[in-house]
């Protein structure tokens, strides 16, 4: 169970670094982010 629990952490660590360092991954994620929410709210 400890296991699935560092997979899961590691993987979120390393999808957020990979998130959020600048790049084309980074302009997707906040081009996407106000696509979407422009309509709500």
């Not at 169970?1 to 990979?18: K, N, R, T, W, Y």
């Given at each position: 169970?400890?296991?699935?629990?560092?997979?899961?952490?590691?993987?979120?660590?390393?999808?957020?670094?990979?998130g959020?360092?600048?790049?084309?991954?980074?302009?997707?994620?906040?081009?996407?982010?106000?696509h979407?929410?422009?309509?709500?709210?």
């Amino acid at each position: 169970m400890l296991d699935l629990i560092e997979f899961l952490f590691l993987g979120s660590v390393l999808g957020f670094a990979s998130g959020t360092s600048p790049g084309p991954l980074l302009a997707v994620t906040i081009s996407e982010t106000l696509h979407t929410a422009s309509g709500k709210g």
